[in-house]
């Protein structure tokens, strides 16, 4: 009896880590929707919304960074500081800044499918970087993954046929990708020695400081006085629904069931987005799209196995 209470109070903890991790990608997939939303509703700039965006989220992140600050554990290096500070200012920050301004000008659901590229980023970083050797596996998923990139992208190119912006679109968000993988190679070298908790809420004020400082060295403070009511409601969307929430919700989902079945779950975002970016920006859905979002899932997949095998 007492055996059969607890696998039931297991399996319902599991189901709940998995509701909770699936909400939380499917919130953080939002975050397209509604940068979109704030361009296409008000006469708001990239730098302007990812600076209001910040500013709504810091004082979560103060009140973690104070919480994990009294936590007794060991005091962090200079080095490990100097890390914080660059994987904040330089990968988050950037990779925020890149991403907002390839908004501006392609497709919410192209832009969650070359984002959804950064493990395949990050292997190669690693291999780079690190000298790590690739395996069959992660070589054949990477050509999936840039083959399925390669059939959404020609479907949108013809859809977007004559717009001078769209590259220019495409190649931030690819850049976007590329900062944001050494965002993460870097995290799994610090995360061990400072904790995950203080790397967040470190990394995360270090971005916040480099943001503000963009901010207000391109722009007058009076431009908060024409701020419209409509990109506050968006900005706080954007804040809470697909920043805040979300990190917490992952966090949680990895606790209880485990970082790999977190991946394998985040993989509904691209899915999320494409259909999000459907029924509220009128986005149309293509056959290439599709194609190429199966293929980039699997070829991603892939890659999660593959660190799950090597991790076991």
Known sequence: ????????????????????AAMGAIFFSTKAIFVKLAFKHTPVDAITLLALRM????????????????????KMTYTEWAYIIL????GYYLSSLFDFIGLKYI???????????????????????????????QIFALILSYVGIGIAYGGELHISFGDSNFHYGSIMV???????????????????KVGATRFTAYTMLSATAGILIHFFATHSISVFSTFQPNLIYYCFALSIIATVLPSFMLSYGMK??????VAVITSIGPVSTILQAYLFLGETIH?????????????????GKEKAISAS
Request: with cysteine; charged share 15%.
């Open 1 to 20: 009896m007492v055996n059969s209470l607890k696998r039931f109070a297991e399996r319902n903890n599991h189901l709940k880590g998995f509701f909770i």
């Open 55 to 74: 500013i709504f989220s810091l004082p979560f992140y103060i009140v973690i960074a104070i919480i994990s600050s009294r936590q007794k554990e060991l």
């Open 87 to 90: 994987l904040g200012t330089v």
């Open 107 to 137: 497709s919410a659901g192209l832009e969650r499918l070359i984002l959804f590229l950064y493990p395949t980023f990050a292997i190669l970083l690693n291999t780079w970087i690190f000298k790590v050797k690739l395996t069959k596996n």
């Open 174 to 192: 690819f850049l976007c990708a590329v900062t944001y993988s050494f965002y993460l190679v870097g995290t799994g070298k610090v995360v061990p």
């Open 256 to 261: 209880t069931i485990g970082s790999n079945n």
């Open 287 to 303: 056959l290439t799209q599709i194609i190429g979002t199966i293929l980039v899932i699997i070829g991603v997949l892939r890659i």
